[in-house]
């Protein structure tokens, strides 16, 4: 009897080692993805900043009840945002011309269970029309927002909000503020 218990104690000892070995390299495999999608933003002349999750609920806590409305990502990285808006009932989609974030942005969601409600496109978001959405949530660089302020005015419907990370829209007043997070509405922009 005691050997059959030390024969599954090694065993145990054996597998909780090979569960610890699997999750550092995860983690490292995690690290150097994100590493490199940092290094091939480079190329796309836009940096690679992810959201962080208390930004995040910050974000969507300005805006309210966003159940069944649809949220666009423009710069979605790695969909931190996203999978944010999905867990509380949006539908969202998100644009990232980096392939390698948009990949990972699709399989965060997938393995989330937000599939069905998820549409990630990749490519730039400076050519083509806007999709269609109730609340816009960025964060970019002021130089990009301002560029795309007179997009935002022309193609997105005048009950629209834009949630911004960090940086203010140049020329528009916020209707909202809070820790860096600023709210504005489509139908208060200026023209």
């Not at 805006?63 to 649809?70: A, L, P, Y």
């Not at 979605?76 to 980096?98: F, K, P």
Request: hydrophobic share 45%; proline share 5%; charged share 20%.
């Amino acid at each position: 009897m005691k050997v059959q218990y030390m024969e599954w104690a090694g065993i145990f000892i054996l597998l909780l080692y090979l569960l610890f070995l699997l999750a550092v390299t995860c983690a490292l495999l995690v690290y150097l993805y994100y590493m490199f999608a940092s290094v091939i933003s480079t190329y796309f002349d836009v940096p690679f900043v992810p959201s962080r999750h208390s930004r995040a609920k910050t974000m969507f806590d300005l805006v309210g009840n966003i159940r069944d409305k649809t949220i666009l990502d423009i710069g979605c990285g790695s969909g931190t945002l996203l999978i944010t808006a999905a867990r509380r009932g949006a539908r969202v989609i998100g644009i990232e011309r980096n392939p390698l974030l948009s990949y990972f942005a699709r399989a965060r969601l997938s393995l989330a269970g937000y599939r069905h409600t998820s549409h990630i496109r990749t490519g730039n978001f400076e050519k083509g029309v806007l999709p269609d959405a109730d609340i816009v949530a960025v964060y970019l660089m002021p130089e990009t927002l301002k560029k795309l302020r007179p997009r935002f005015k022309a193609e997105l419907p005048s009950h629209a909000l834009i949630v911004s990370n960090q940086f203010t829209i140049e020329g528009w007043t916020p209707h909202t503020a809070e820790n860096e997070v600023y709210l504005y509405r489509i139908a208060d922009a200026p023209q």
